[in-house]
């Protein structure tokens, strides 16, 4: 405690012109700057720590403000901040108040909580400070409950001893009855403190799961049990047999049921072993595999197509989901870019049921064009331009942000 207070102090004398509040400030930079802006990485914009002592308090005031009036008025730093990120341009935020931006600074000062920092981390270095609310205070609620628990145990116990000697059990444990005693005894007290630390638990619980990349992990229920670990692992069918389109279109598609079909006509489960090595099924057709039966109109006695029947298409569940403000392109990944669909969807073929793997945040998107190196030489697609990328990056890598992997406009419609 005393060391935080240490750090938090310091912290305030080395940058003793900006006073903000920092917890309102990290509010605020998620609403409008976390688009572009990390403390500690640069995203579209530079990283934010110690730009109170790159910059004055003035120009930061008139940066955030209006960028672009800073520029035109012939402010040197403001147009070489501005080159040096390609001009890519930030938007203007007239509506900050001097306070909401001190607020702001003040949260790149003290940055976002951590563990308390331990010995060897050097005092003054802009050491983020742990935040008041943390889970310390539900662990100390568990704790003590715990503890009155188990003190209650105990009298019981001593009690019990008490009896079996034939002593009045009343008349001893003086020394622990006090409040302690009283509260253990009294089984109301217990049941209203396990129902409210249960209560904070849950709240804390939910606010948890609403906050954070909630999409991140999703996996929703689809209405045939298919697996990628069979096909895809197992099988080695290769990605492309079902999803086609994405080697040469925006989308990579869910295969029709005809495409399972061509399998499926053949196999239709019954000789399916289960891991002890019987038949999985009694030799019945797999009552997942019959649910492609019902959408195709298949009729496995006769093996022929039901004729005039209406295909009911399989309802699957839709996964990864950009906001419609984003443009995302397959091919342009999978073919020219030669990633692999590993790489932004993870080890897919072992996976029996589907879930999103990565962020799919901005800030994800923008990471890999900033590492990822384009391979212009060995591609088709680069073949006009890769002289002139080479000679105007002379031995430097060419990552994806140096064709314009940053900007705007190629994200967003
Ligand atoms: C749309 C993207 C975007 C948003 C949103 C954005 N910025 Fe920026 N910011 C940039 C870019 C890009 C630069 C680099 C200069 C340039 O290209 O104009 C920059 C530069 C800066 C700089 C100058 C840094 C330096 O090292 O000199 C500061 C300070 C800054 N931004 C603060 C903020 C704050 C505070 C917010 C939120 C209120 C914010 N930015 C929101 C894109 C953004
Ligand atoms: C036999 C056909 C088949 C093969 C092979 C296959 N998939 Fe799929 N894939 C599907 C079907 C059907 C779905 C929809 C059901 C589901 O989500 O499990 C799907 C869903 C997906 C999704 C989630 C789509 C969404 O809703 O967001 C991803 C990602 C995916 N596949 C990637 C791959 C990758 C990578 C491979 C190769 C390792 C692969 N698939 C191989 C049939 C296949
Ligand atoms: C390239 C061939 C092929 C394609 C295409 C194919 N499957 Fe399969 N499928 C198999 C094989 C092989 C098995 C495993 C059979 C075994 O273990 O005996 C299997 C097993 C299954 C099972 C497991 C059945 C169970 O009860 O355990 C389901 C469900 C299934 N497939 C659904 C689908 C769906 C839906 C599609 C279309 C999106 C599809 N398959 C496309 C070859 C294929
Ligand atoms: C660079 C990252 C990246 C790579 C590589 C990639 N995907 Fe995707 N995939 C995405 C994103 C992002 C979405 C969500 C697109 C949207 O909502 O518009 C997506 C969506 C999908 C979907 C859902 C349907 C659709 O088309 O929107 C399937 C299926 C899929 N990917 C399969 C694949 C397969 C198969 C490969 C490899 C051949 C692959 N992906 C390679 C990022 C990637
Ligand atoms: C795993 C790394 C990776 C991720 C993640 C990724 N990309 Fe890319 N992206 C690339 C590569 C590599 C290229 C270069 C492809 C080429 O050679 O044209 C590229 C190119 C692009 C281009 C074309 C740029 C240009 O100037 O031609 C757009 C647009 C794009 N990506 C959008 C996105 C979006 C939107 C997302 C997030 C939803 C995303 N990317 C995520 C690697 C990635
Ligand atoms: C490489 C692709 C890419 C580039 C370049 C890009 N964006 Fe985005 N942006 C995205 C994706 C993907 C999302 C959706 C992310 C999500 O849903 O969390 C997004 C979301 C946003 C949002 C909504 C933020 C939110 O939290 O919902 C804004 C505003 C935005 N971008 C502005 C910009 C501006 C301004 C630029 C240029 C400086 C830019 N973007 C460049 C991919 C990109």
């Known amino acids: 405690m005393l060391l935080l207070f240490i750090f938090t102090f310091s912290s305030f004398v080395t940058q003793a012109e900006i006073v903000g509040d920092a917890k309102n400030g990290k509010k605020l930079f998620k609403t409008n700057c976390g688009a572009c802006h990390k403390l500690d990485k640069i995203m579209v914009g530079p990283a934010l720590t110690g730009v109170t002592e790159r910059r004055s308090e003035e120009w930061l005031l008139a940066w955030i403000k209006d960028n672009a009036a800073l520029r035109a008025s012939g402010d040197a730093d403001a147009q070489a901040i501005y080159d040096e ?31 308390a920092p331990g010995p060897g981390v050097t005092p003054g270095a802009n050491v983020p400070v742990a935040e008041p609310k943390d889970y310390s205070l539900y662990i100390l609620l568990v704790l003590g409950v715990l503890f009155a628990l188990l003190l209650a145990i105990l009298i019981k116990m001593r009690n019990t001893l008490k009896v079996v000697k034939g002593e009045d059990p009343e008349s001893l444990g003086d020394d622990i009855r006090g409040i302690w005693g009283a509260f253990a005894r009294n089984k109301f007290m217990v049941t209203i403190a396990t129902i409210t630390v249960a209560v904070f638990f849950l709240a804390e619980l939910y606010w948890y799961l609403m906050g954070v990349g909630i999409e991140q992990g999703y996996q929703p229920v689809q209405p045939i049990a298919f697996s990628h670990e069979i096909h895809a692992g197992e099988n080695k069918v290769d ?25 499926h006509m053949m196999i239709d489960g019954s000789e399916i072993a289960d891991a002890s090595g019987n038949l999985k099924y009694d030799g019945e057709p797999s009552p997942e595999i019959a649910k492609i039966y019902e959408s195709v109109g298949w009729d496995v006695n006769t093996k022929k197509y039901i004729e005039g029947y209406e295909q009911k298409p399989i309802k699957w569940v839709r996964i990864h989901n950009l906001p419609d403000l984003a443009y995302f392109n397959h091919a ?11 790489t932004c969807h993870g080890p897919v073929e072992t996976m029996e049921e589907v879930y999103q793997y990565s962020e799919l945040t901005m800030g994800w998107c923008i990471n890999c064009h900033r590492e990822t190196e384009v391979d212009v030489k060995n591609n088709a697609y680069y073949e006009g331009i890769h002289d002139k990328l080479a000679e105007k990056y002379h031995g430097e890598k060419i990552t994806v942000d140096k064709i314009g992997g940053l900007e705007c406009g190629k994200c967003h419609y």
């Open 332 to 342: 342009q990944h999978v073919s020219a870019g030669n990633v692999e669909c590993q």
């Open 239 to 263: 990605c492309n047999y079902c999803h086609s389109s994405a080697r040469h279109s925006k989308t990579s598609g869910i295969p029709s049921a005809n495409v399972c079909m061509n399998c």
């Open 85 to 115: 990120f390609g001009g890519a341009p930030m938007n203007a935020f007239p509506f900050l108040s001097d306070q909401d931006i001190y607020d702001i600074l003040q949260y790149t000062i003290e940055g976002d909580p951590v563990v």
